[in-house]
């Protein structure tokens, strides 16, 4: 068995379940060829990994219709020593909530499916606090979107040195460490303020919310939903999305990448020394106060851009109309490539159409402007 006959024949087998475990399970399966084949490995190794379509769907029978599903909120007891916890390490999937509060020692509360909960172990070595499933078997609890689902909401006392999550779905509120990295298969990533030296969030179906976030860097990427940032302070930033939009607000960066390959790209942010955006298939907006370098390339959508100052500014776009601002731009380099028409500068009260390069006065510098277009519109407007 190949890999399109597997997922085939997982697709077939799942369709006496819900839509959203369906879908979650399958986005799973699709993940993992990914991995494995990055990693060089064959399908039938990879097959292997997952076990058996007949393995999972028991699983989830098991699971799903278990008399003993019912609701229930327990909290479970630690082993080893929990007082002196540094690291958290989580890989379990359920719906997460962590939070710091006024506790001596972490403290985790678990509700939902019975049997899901009795699967769990909460764990310390060495200053690690570890949960984890029971069981290895890769499908024996795999969706977190059963009825009952199963919840986890740990409260922490203070900073960790690392904290390391893939799960279902994450909503972190207030938490501080060295390293914060968290992972889910196809659900949403929400953190409200929190701190961390270096923050990774990755998920492969949902979105991913942050606000009040402080970080050194910020790395954010998903496959299939919008990235959406507000008041956040990160000098080096990277934000990716497969299939979604990417917007951020009250952005504070010394060095912003974002890269959007089906939505559209949506920048506020105050001064930055280097802004690169690129959308292949959406509109790029940009507002920023200053950049010392700003490019932003889109393949099928528009670009508007307003810049108080900047020394650099390459803009380009296949398929629509560029319209940039700039206050000030004394010394600076314009560069502008539309497939699409018309071009012209506003400076001032005069405008004026054109075609190849040219340069003009700002201040007391010279501002150097190549803009070429082969259909669209491309605006320049320039305050002196």
């Given at each position: 068995?190949?890999?399109?006959?597997?997922?085939e024949?997982?697709?077939?087998?799942?369709?006496?379940?819900?839509?959203?475990?369906?879908?979650?399970?399958?986005?799973?399966c699709?993940?993992?060829?990914?991995?494995?084949?990055?990693?060089?490995?064959?399908?039938?190794?990879?097959?292997?990994?997952?076990?058996?379509?007949?393995?999972?769907?028991?699983?989830?029978?098991?699971?799903?219709?278990?008399?003993?599903?019912?609701?229930?909120?327990?909290?479970?007891?630690?082993?080893?020593?929990?007082?002196?916890?540094?690291?958290?390490?989580?890989?379990?999937?359920?719906?997460?909530?962590?939070?710091?509060?006024?506790?001596?020692?972490?403290?985790?509360?678990?509700?939902?499916?019975?049997?899901?909960?009795?699967e769990?172990?909460?764990?310390?070595?060495?200053?690690?606090?570890?949960?984890?499933?029971?069981?290895?078997?890769?499908?024996?609890?795999?969706?977190?979107?059963?009825?009952?689902?199963?919840?986890?909401?740990?409260?922490?006392?203070?900073?960790?040195?690392?904290?390391?999550?893939?799960?279902?779905?994450?909503?972190?509120?207030?938490?501080?460490?060295?390293?914060?990295?968290?992972?889910?298969?196809?659900?949403?990533?929400?953190?409200?303020?929190c701190?961390?030296?270096?923050?990774?969030?990755?998920?492969?179906?949902?979105?991913?919310?942050?606000?009040?976030?402080?970080?050194?860097?910020?790395?954010?990427?998903?496959?299939?939903?919008?990235?959406?940032?507000?008041?956040?302070?990160?000098?080096?930033?990277?934000?990716?999305?497969?299939?979604?939009?990417?917007?951020?607000?009250?952005?504070?960066?010394?060095?912003?990448?974002?890269?959007?390959s089906?939505?559209?790209?949506?920048?506020?942010?105050g001064?930055?020394?280097?802004?690169?955006?690129?959308?292949?298939?959406?509109?790029?907006?940009?507002?920023?106060?200053?950049?010392?370098?700003?490019?932003?390339?889109?393949?099928?959508?528009?670009?508007?851009?307003?810049?108080?100052?900047?020394?650099?500014?390459?803009?380009?776009?296949?398929?629509?109309?560029?319209?940039?601002?700039?206050?000030?731009?004394?010394?600076?380099?314009?560069?502008?490539?539309?497939?699409?028409?018309?071009n012209?500068?506003?400076?001032?009260?005069?405008?004026?159409?054109?075609?190849?390069?040219?340069?003009?006065?700002?201040?007391?510098?010279?501002?150097?402007?190549?803009?070429?277009?082969h259909?669209?519109?491309?605006?320049?407007?320039?305050?002196?």
């Amino acid at each position: 068995m190949n890999k399109s006959e597997y997922l085939e024949c997982m697709k077939s087998a799942l369709s006496e379940f819900d839509a959203d475990s369906m879908a979650e399970i399958m986005a799973e399966c699709i993940k993992a060829f990914a991995e494995g084949e990055l990693a060089g490995k064959t399908d039938a190794q990879i097959i292997e990994e997952l076990g058996s379509v007949d393995e999972c769907v028991e699983a989830l029978r098991e699971l799903t219709h278990a008399p003993d599903s019912a609701e229930h909120d327990v909290v479970l007891p630690f082993t080893g020593d929990y007082a002196d916890v540094r690291h958290i390490k989580l890989n379990i999937h359920a719906k997460v909530e962590l939070a710091s509060g006024d506790v001596t020692y972490p403290d985790v509360k678990i509700s939902g499916n019975r049997k899901l909960i009795d699967e769990c172990v909460v764990e310390t070595v060495d200053g690690t606090m570890c949960l984890r499933w029971r069981s290895e078997s890769r499908w024996a609890h795999r969706s977190f979107r059963l009825r009952p689902p199963l919840n986890i909401t740990i409260v922490l006392p203070r900073r960790m040195d690392t904290i390391d999550v893939r799960t279902g779905s994450l909503d972190a509120e207030g938490i501080t460490a060295d390293t914060f990295t968290a992972s889910t298969a196809g659900g949403n990533l929400r953190f409200t303020s929190c701190t961390a030296s270096r923050f990774e969030c990755r998920t492969a179906g949902g979105d991913i919310d942050l606000s009040g976030i402080r970080t050194g860097a910020l790395n954010a990427s998903t496959s299939g939903g919008d990235i959406d940032i507000d008041s956040a302070e990160a000098p080096e930033c990277s934000l990716k999305t497969a299939g979604g939009d990417i917007k951020t607000k009250g952005l504070v960066s010394n060095k912003l990448s974002a890269v959007s390959s089906g939505g559209d790209v949506g920048i506020d942010c105050g001064d930055c020394r280097s802004i690169n955006v690129r959308s292949s298939g959406g509109d790029v907006s940009i507002c920023c106060k200053n950049a010392c370098s700003l490019s932003a390339v889109t393949a099928g959508g528009d670009i508007k851009a307003s810049v108080a100052d900047a020394n650099s500014i390459s803009l380009t776009s296949s398929g629509g109309d560029i319209d940039l601002k700039l206050r000030n731009g004394e010394g600076a380099s314009i560069k502008c490539a539309s497939a699409g028409g018309t071009n012209a500068l506003e400076h001032g009260e005069t405008k004026q159409i054109f075609k190849g390069s040219f340069g003009c006065v700002v201040g007391s510098g010279r501002t150097a402007v190549d803009i070429r277009s082969h259909g669209g519109d491309t605006s320049i407007s320039i305050n002196c």
